[in-house]
């Protein structure tokens, strides 16, 4: 299908040329297939597993009869319960040449988080691997999802399956839904962040071009592929360029990280801060040569740990700027390395403008604070089904993120704070009120408050404060969270606040606010 | 597996995760199996079992079964 140029400039919102050339992401991906048949694409070392673009664009063809057996058709959400392996990213593109949606989603988070995810998005269909059939089982039974089917893929057999219709595949545009990732929400429940196919192509096309991506690039996905990260920095961006990844999962591999990177000359990866304070802590000895650079998001990067990092194993590090709603990143430094500006998270990618708001609403001068906002290929369609938070972070033609930070003369941009009280821990986003809801649910908890706090490996960690109404030991409010909540929400620490000497109740502002910065202050002097 | 082997292996497995080894144990069902928590199971038993586990195998030891197997291959060779 010839690319719609008119309906890609009408969504465009910026002034520069940045067009991308396919109308959906299964486009790129065919294309790419047909012009390097017999160069690898992705390596899966867990399964031992090495595809040419040839070998994996059969077996999406394969799974693409198989959704359709499933009657799985353009509109459609299908939900992935999957770690990183063959199955995820051959369903993720089968997805996408039939016009369906994929919804990742973490298979470590609980039955009933996982449940509302997939009823919150309508999934006709959940594909999960049999590590989690334990979990599925919960999920099966939740309201709501009468309707899904769900399949363990170790028994697709498209070998054996009868002949589907093999009917021409649907055209799927650039405006369509490709992804919808589900993000922590300030109510408690995760938001659906509706990403269309011109999103992840834009973003992961600027990626590549940023940081000059050729065929001979090779990146290690070390990250979920239920993060937009993963799926955009080193899935699609080498992708756009006909390069290869070599995908691992993220629990067991990060002990191996340069011998990952030695055996299969990897070039690029992208982490979270968190992961280089790891590597740094382990004491992991580099062992290549190929490594070009990192690049770092999600979370701020302690001046420290990127020093350390660099001193240490002499690779740059790449900081850059974005949230899901921008795709993954909207900014990012400038490569190569001695054009970076350090203490900065770069500039803006050509597919997207990124302004400062000041409090009055108007674009602030150069220098000065105010909040981040963008226009541009790369934003979200929506936040799915929330037309009230919607209008509020979609307004005239920008997202408006709630971050601040200010803009330079030379247009690198400084990131100041993270919105709300948002906990970052090791890239995790976690709303304070989700731990909360569940402590509220104890009946010793008369009152409680989460903070983040400050964690040298994690960025930050859960700490909670709770005031009781009868006794109950720490470790039984612990207990509380299991089953409840994912194991990387619990909080690391927490404390009854009668217990305390100095500090006899929560405390609060005016209009019974808890005044959250206040506990963190106590926190950090006192405990 | 040997008693020796499986009686080391049951304390690295308390001391790290807290929990009393069990052949049904895996890094889906046991909470905190993170990582970062990986990271220092794998450096624990190769000091403990003196073997240096190669990448492969180092990604195949997601439950306590795999992990055994592995760990009497490396021993076995010594």
């Known amino acids: 299908m010839r690319v719609n140029r008119d309906l890609l400039r009408e969504h465009q919102k910026i002034d520069r040329d940045f067009f991308v050339e396919y109308n959906n992401v299964y486009e790129l991906f065919s294309a790419q297939a047909k012009k390097f048949p017999q160069k690898i694409f992705a390596i899966f070392p867990e399964y031992n597993k090495t595809f040419s673009y040839e070998d994996f664009a059969d077996k999406v063809v394969e799974r693409t009869r198989y959704l359709r057996q499933q009657h799985v058709s353009k509109g459609d959400r299908t939900?992935?319960?999957?770690?990183?392996?063959?199955?995820?990213?051959?369903?993720?593109?089968?997805?996408?040449?039939?016009?369906?949606?994929?919804?990742?989603?973490?298979?470590?988070?609980?039955?009933?988080?996982?449940?509302?995810?997939?009823?919150?998005?309508?999934?006709?269909?959940?594909?999960?691997?049999?590590?989690?059939?334990?979990?599925?089982?919960?999920?099966?039974?939740a309201a709501g999802l009468g309707r899904t089917v769900f399949i363990d893929v170790s028994s697709i057999d498209v070998k054996n399956a009868p002949e589907a219709e093999d009917s021409a595949a649907p055209d799927v545009l650039c405006t369509d839904e490709a992804v919808i990732i589900y993000t922590s929400g300030t109510t408690g429940n995760p938001k659906g962040v509706v990403l269309s196919h011109l999103n992840l192509l834009a973003d992961s096309q600027a990626i590549s071009e940023w940081f000059c991506f050729t065929p001979n690039t090779r990146t290690l996905c070390i990250l979920p592929l239920f993060h937009n990260n993963?799926?955009?920095?080193?899935?699609?961006?080498?992708l756009n360029a006909g390069g290869s990844t070599v995908m691992v999962p993220p629990k067991t591999s990060l002990g191996l990280f340069w011998s990952l990177v030695r055996e299969y000359s990897i070039h690029w990866t992208s982490v979270m801060p968190s992961i280089l304070a790891i590597i740094l802590s382990a004491k992991l000895e580099r062992k290549d040569s190929s490594m070009v650079g990192i690049v770092c998001g999600g979370q701020v990067l302690n001046d420290e740990v990127k020093a350390q990092f660099e001193n240490t194993f002499h690779v740059p590090?790449?900081?850059?700027?974005?949230?899901?709603?921008?795709?993954?990143?909207?900014?990012?430094?400038?490569?190569?390395?001695?054009?970076?500006?350090?203490?900065?998270?770069?500039?803006?990618?050509?597919?997207?403008?990124?302004?400062?708001?000041?409090?009055?609403?108007?674009?602030?001068?150069?220098?000065?604070?105010?909040?981040?906002?963008?226009?541009?290929?790369?934003?979200?369609?929506?936040?799915?089904?929330?037309?009230?938070?919607?209008?509020?972070?979609?307004?005239?033609?920008?997202?408006?993120s709630g971050d601040y930070g200010y803009i330079d003369a030379d247009g690198y941009i400084y990131f100041r704070t993270r919105k709300d009280y948002l906990i970052s821990k090791g890239g995790e986003k976690i709303y304070p009120s989700e731990v909360e809801n569940v402590l509220f649910g104890h009946p010793a908890v008369d009152e409680c408050a989460v903070i983040g706090v400050p964690d040298k490996l994690l960025g930050q960690d859960i700490v909670a404060f709770v005031k009781l109404n009868s006794k109950c030991s720490k470790d039984s409010l612990k207990e509380f969270f299991i089953g409840k909540l994912a194991h990387y929400k619990h909080p690391k620490k927490i404390f009854i606040v009668n217990e305390l000497a100095d500090l006899t109740d929560i405390p609060k502002g005016p209009t019974k606010k808890v005044l959250y910065r206040e506990l963190l202050k106590y926190y950090i002097e006192n405990l | 597996m040997n008693k020796k082997i499986e009686e080391k292996l049951a304390k690295i497995i308390k001391e790290i995760f807290g929990v009393k080894i069990t052949d049904s144990l895996s890094m889906d069902s046991v909470e905190g199996w993170d990582s970062l928590r990986h990271i220092q199971l794998m450096a624990k038993i190769e000091k403990e079992f003196d073997i240096e586990i190669d990448f492969q195998d180092t990604l195949a030891m997601t439950n306590i079964k795999s992990i055994k197997e592995i760990i009497e291959k490396y021993t076995d060779k010594k």
Do not use: W
Request: proline letters at 5%; glycine letters at 8%; aromatic letters at 8%.
């Open chain 1, 79 to 141: 939900g992935l319960v999957l770690g990183t392996s063959p199955d995820f990213i051959l369903l993720y593109f089968a997805a996408f040449r039939e016009g369906a949606t994929v919804v990742p989603i973490n298979p470590d988070l609980s039955p009933p988080e996982i449940a509302y995810i997939a009823a919150d998005a309508n999934v006709k269909a959940v594909f999960y691997n049999d590590r989690f059939s334990k979990k599925i089982l919960e999920v099966q039974k």
């Open chain 1, 230 to 238: 993963g799926q955009v920095v080193t899935l699609l961006a080498p």
């Open chain 1, 317 to 400: 590090i790449f900081e850059g700027y974005g949230l899901t709603e921008t795709t993954s990143f909207a900014s990012l430094n400038q490569f190569p390395a001695n054009n970076r500006k350090l203490g900065t998270v770069g500039r803006a990618l050509p597919s997207n403008d990124i302004v400062i708001l000041d409090e009055a609403g108007q674009e602030a001068a150069r220098g000065i604070e105010g909040e981040i906002c963008m226009r541009g290929l790369n934003i979200m369609t929506e936040y799915l089904g929330l037309s009230e938070v919607n209008k509020k972070s979609l307004r005239g033609d920008l997202f408006h």
